[in-house]
Nanobody, 116 residues
Framework: QVQLVESGGGLVQPGGSLRLSCVGS????????MGWYRQAPGKQRELVAR??????VYADSVKGRFTISKDNTKNMMYLQMNSLAPEDTAVYYC???????????WGQGTQVTVSS
């Protein structure tokens, strides 16, 4: 299992950018799958982006605006968010599954608010 801690959320104006970071408590280089989810008020948690063996998937709503990346040397995962819109407002969670049928881990979440 791995403990995850997010950072980088905040208040940003529409059209602005933020970079979220997620640090793992141990090496993330061998982790099967990592990703970012978000949950807006009154809505279900949804996938934003995930990376698995170098293969990346984005939600349609963020394609072309968000970029997920990992730095295994620092045990870090990032989510670069550009051209933010009010509908991107949510709590963003870091997620990891250590193996195909292994345990899942979630961070505590970081709030992103897009508002003028």
């Amino acid at each position: 299992q791995v403990q995850l801690v997010e950072s980088g959320g905040g208040l940003v104006q529409p059209g602005g950018s933020l970079r979220l970071s997620c640090v793992g408590s141990r090496s993330i280089s061998s982790i099967y799958l990592m990703g970012w989810y978000r949950q807006a008020p009154g809505k279900q948690r949804e996938l934003v982006a995930r990376i698995q063996n170098g293969f990346i998937v984005y939600a349609d709503s963020v394609k072309g605006r968000f970029t997920i990346s990992k730095d295994n040397t620092k045990n870090m995962m990032y989510l670069q968010m550009n051209s933010l819109a009010p509908e991107d407002t949510a709590v963003y969670y870091c997620y990891a599954r250590v193996s195909a049928f292994g345990t899942e881990s979630w961070g505590q979440g970081t709030q992103v608010t897009v508002s003028s």
